[in-house]
């Protein structure tokens, strides 16, 4: 790792594409008018909050508050080709894109394991087209894949027959897509979104210890759950295996997850929910990611930028399925991060 030449901002030809950014940032939802959402009386108000918005664009022709998941995918592609247009690092804002294809390839494997349509689940938003991914599965043709894709599935559909646990499949995928991001992230001396990587690794890790002691199951299960290159080793997770669950929590009194854990595990011991350890989690991410408001220039403000539309998009998500199915508006307030800006 020391032989790495560090790289963060100060990238001149990014001038040009972070200008466009910061105008864009100024245009996400405040909090006010997300509060003003999750507080609306139902799915109907909640566009008419949108509506003040620049989601208004999309709003005009939609059929009915049914309709909603299609001005999100919309939202998130318009970003994402955006990115695609502006970025000079391809081989980082490459895995953004990667993120969708291991996803089609879990949802791939789950079909042909699982014997159910779940054509529902995947997002086209990959490079790799869904129905290569569903062929190269099917017919177990991993010459169809890209090389990383390939090298995921192989193990898979060697070992699934044997294991028969579905959850196995996304161990092993999210492993190999990690993997690779840390690998890239290190090869490029993109210093901002290494440490990025390693704190969602971190994230993952953390929710999955308290997943894995919470159901009762063994260490091994978590052992496999667990994805190298984050900032907390394995022999800490593990450790705490032989601690009584409700001593874990202080142990992370000095980590930079303290409030992530100590939040998360109140909820979870009162009300037996994980909605704020998922939230706290996403905060963790979101507040890392705001570090880029203060670069310049470089691709950091770009992969930023990306992060916090995601977010805004599954806050809107959460806040339509919330109303469409007349949750509280304050049980739905609680699975909702802070908002980037």
């Known amino acids: ?75 998130h592609e318009k970003t994402l080709d955006l990115l695609d247009t502006l970025t000079e690092d391809p081989p980082l804002t490459e895995l953004l894109w990667c993120r969708f294809d291991f996803h089609n390839l879990k949802v791939a494997l789950k079909e042909k394991f699982g014997g159910q349509d779940l054509a529902s689940a995947y997002v086209r938003f990959g490079r790799v087209p869904i129905p290569a991914i569903k062929t190269a599965v099917v017919e177990e043709d991993l010459s169809l894949l890209s090389a990383g894709l390939a090298d995921a599935a192989a193990p898979v559909l060697r070992g699934f027959p044997e294991r028969k646990d579905p959850k196995w499949i996304d161990f092993v995928l999210d492993r190999t897509m990690y993997e690779r991001f840390v690998a890239t992230t290190c090869s490029e001396g993109n210093l901002f979104f290494y440490e990025l990587v390693r704190r969602e690794i971190d994230v993952i890790n953390i929710l999955s210890l308290f997943r894995t002691r919470r159901s009762g199951d063994e260490r091994g299960q978590f052992v496999e759950a667990f994805l190298e290159g984050g900032t907390l080793s394995r022999d800490m997770f593990l450790q705490l295996f032989d601690e009584p669950l409700e001593a874990v929590p202080g142990r992370f009194a000095y980590t930079a997850y303290r409030n992530l854990v100590e939040d998360g595990w109140a909820h979870l011991d009162r009300e037996g929910s994980f909605a704020v350890f998922e939230r706290a989690g996403r905060e963790t991410v979101l507040e890392y990611l705001r570090r880029a408001k203060l670069i310049a220039f470089g691709v950091e403000p770009l992969i930023a930028y990306l992060y916090a539309k995601e977010n805004e998009i599954r806050m809107i998500r959460t806040i339509m399925v919330g109303k469409l199915n007349h949750v509280e508006s304050n049980v739905i307030k609680e699975s909702l991060p802070r908002v980037y800006a």
Do not use: C
Request: proline residues 4%; glycine residues 6%.
């Open 1 to 75: 790792m020391e032989d790495i030449h560090w790289k963060y901002g100060d990238d001149v030809r990014y001038a040009y594409a972070v200008g466009v950014i910061r105008v864009l940032e100024t245009r996400s939802l405040s909090k006010e008018r997300v509060e003003r959402a999750a507080d609306a009386a139902n799915a109907d108000d909640v566009l008419r909050v949108l509506a003040e918005t620049p989601y208004a664009e999309y709003l005009s022709g939609l059929p009915g508050p049914d309709a909603y998941e299609s001005f999100l995918e919309q939202e």
